[in-house]
């Protein structure tokens, strides 16, 4: 018989893993190492869903390092209607702002890509679903202004709910505000690029996020006015699959071209180069800008720049060939 027994160390055979360390995929369900999947642009290494990222996030995505002034960052949303529903209007502003670092749902400002001049404005998704009130409508139409004024390519990225509900009649005006000033950005012969992320609805999609020159999705993103959900209910039929998806939407011809994320910036200057190129003549460059709004000319001029890089290529082919 012994005398001591030796006791066994306790192991907790638990494993205590940080929060927020790993993240599921909202489309194929996969777990997601984070910093594997901010590496990757926020795009699931899996099946290429590609996640909401804020407008922040979006701009030094898009734009060259630095080169972002954000203008009128000061304006905030008012009141009008003294709304209340959970909570009042204001107090919602408020703890949005808190959440994330903004003043509203969108920003705008100066910038360039590729190192050409734009006006580009943001909507971020996190801030009240992106929702449209009379500060979004006031900062996308002070945007379409300035991109007249410095003549100058516009691009604006919409992810939106749709119009905001707590401004009531003041948030649908900002409907015709922005596409208004849109037409005036198509009168001057400017470039206008719509970028429509996951999700683009209601008031946002039927104004200024469909007036594009050129129409750009994100792979996947839901995109439409009312849900799926309000219009199968309204016409008591059963939807197609990937119904309100960017891609069912660029086959029946809402959409010109489906981009992934890291691909944005170049297709974006790329587009620029070719429908807005820099002229040293101002009334050569302006009749190149009027002939944007033809769409016989500006599939023309794509048409043109796919034949030369075609031409070019086989050229350099055939060069090479020879001096073999």
Known sequence: MAWFK?????????????????????????????KELENNLKVCPKCQYHFRISAKERISLITDTGSFTELDSDIRSPDPLEFKDTMPYKDRLQENEKKTG?????????????G??????????????????????EKVTRAAERAVERQLPLIIISSSGGARMQEGMFSLM?????????????????????????????????????????????PKSLIGFAGPRVIQETIKQQLPEGFQR?????????????????????????????????STSYNSNSQNLKNIHDPESSFDVIQENKNT????????????SDSK
Request: proline share 3%; hydrophobic share 45%.
């Open 102 to 114: 903004l003043k509203e749902a969108a920003i705008y400002g100066d910038a360039k890509i590729n």
């Open 116 to 137: 050409r001049d734009v006006v580009i404005a943001v909507l971020d998704f996190s801030f009240m679903g992106g929702s449209m009130g009379t500060v979004v409508g």
């Open 174 to 218: 900002q409907m015709a505000k922005t596409s208004q000033a849109i037409g005036r950005v198509k009168e001057a012969g400017l470039l206008y690029i719509s970028v429509l992320a996951d999700p683009t609805f209601g008031g946002v999609t039927a104004s200024f996020a469909m007036l594009g020159d050129i129409i750009i999705a994100e």
């Open 6 to 34: 030796r006791k066994e160390p306790k192991i907790d055979k638990k494993v205590k893993i940080p929060e927020g360390l790993w993240v599921k995929c909202e489309n194929c369900k996969e777990i997601i190492y984070r």
């Open 246 to 278: 960017a891609e069912f939407l660029l086959e029946h011809g809402m959409v010109d071209i489906i981009v992934e994320r890291k691909e944005l910036k170049n297709t974006i200057h790329r587009l620029i180069e070719i429908l807005m190129p820099v």
């Open 309 to 320: 890089e075609q031409h070019t290529g086989k050229n350099s082919s055939s060069s090479n």
